[in-house]
């Protein structure tokens, strides 16, 4: 099922930027084709790592641990600073650790004004549908139902990813009707 | 046309249009005509042509003069730079896709809004065109 949602935040990911600028932008999620279409209209450098895939993130005895997976997989070129960072409703299947981990890595390739959009869920004990987004339009997205539901979900309130992301400021949130949080952060200078 | 059973190691040049439909590794370089990766084809190599068009497997970096445009049953793993790139519903990318179409969406908007800001052409007498003065 393919469903178009109206966004109150997205436009502000782009009200910070210069129409002449190149936009860096980072999608924590499957390239999606009204994604790809939307930003076609840009000059811009899209970067797609589907973390999604990589589920459930957990440091396993032995091996590499979470700082260095997420090294592995967001292993982008020097001097890469992304402008807007598209994280979906991908720190609800992150722990604790894996939410710290993956702020650590991040970090370093964004700049002050840098915006990163997310999703928390309003009860983190109701798991609401697992689902994919694109951008279709600069206040629209596309939801699609995944066939298959994702492992590790932890599901956070906007208390718990705060005190979880400290690296970050919460700029606005609101809550739509699909009982998601909608959430626009920017880094604490 | 290279054919299903058909394995090339090395690099591929030439002045025609090329279907790929078996295995390649090196590159590939058809500046100024049209590569296909059919569905049965696997690729590990860069691809530079001016359309690319993908509906099997591809693992390099793609450069489309025109366009790039991957199928629903395409799967890439690379980095794209081509002024437009088309994702079908279904097809697999991972990597970075670098665009500029020239004249943006966003100038676009930007000229407009500028436009409507400046208000009617007037003559030299500061007359909107089109009214009589006086």
Redesign the interface.
């Known amino acids: 099922m393919i469903e178009t949602q109206s966004s109150q935040l997205l436009p502000a990911l782009f009200t910070h930027f210069d129409?002449?600028q190149?936009l860096y932008v980072l999608h924590l999620g499957?390239?999606?084709?009204e994604t790809?279409?939307f930003?076609?209209?840009?000059?811009?450098?899209?970067?797609?790592?589907?973390l999604f895939t990589e589920l459930p993130l957990v440091a396993e005895e032995g091996g590499p641990d979470l700082v260095q997976q997420f090294q592995g997989l967001l292993d982008f070129p020097e001097g890469t600073q992304f402008d807007i960072c598209l994280c979906w409703d991908l720190l609800n299947f992150l722990d604790a650790l894996a939410i710290s981990a993956l702020q650590e890595v991040l970090l370093p390739f964004l700049h002050r004004q840098s915006r990163i959009h997310c999703f928390a869920v309003h009860n983190p004990r109701v798991r609401p549908a697992d689902r994919t987004y694109a951008i279709r339009q600069q206040n629209e997205f596309v939801v699609r139902e995944r066939v298959e539901e994702l492992p590790g979900y932890t599901g956070y309130g906007q208390g718990q990813l705060k005190d979880l992301l400290s690296g970050f400021k919460f700029e606005r949130t609101v809550l739509r009707s699909d009982k998601r949080l909608e959430m626009l952060l920017n880094i604490k200078s | 046309m290279i054919g299903p059973s058909i394995v090339i190691k090395g690099t591929v040049s030439g002045d025609e249009d090329l279907l790929v439909q078996g295995r390649v590794e090196g590159s590939i370089d058809l500046g100024a005509h049209e590569v296909s990766v059919g569905q049965s084809g696997r690729v590990t190599a860069d691809i530079n042509a001016n359309v690319v068009k993908i509906d099997g497997e591809v693992t390099g970096d793609i450069s489309g003069n025109e366009k790039v445009v991957i199928s629903k049953s395409g799967n890439v793993r690379g980095n794209i730079v081509a002024p437009r790139v088309t994702l079908e519903d279904g097809a697999i990318f991972k990597g970075s896709i670098d665009m500029d179409p020239g004249e943006t969406v966003a100038n676009k908007v930007s000229l407009a809004s500028a436009r409507s800001a400046e208000g009617p052409a007037e003559d030299l007498a500061g007359t909107p065109l089109g009214q009589k003065s006086g």
Do not use: E, I, T, W
């Open positions: 129409p002449q190149r499957p390239a999606m084709p790809v279409d930003f076609s209209g840009y000059r811009c450098k899209l970067f797609f790592v589907d």
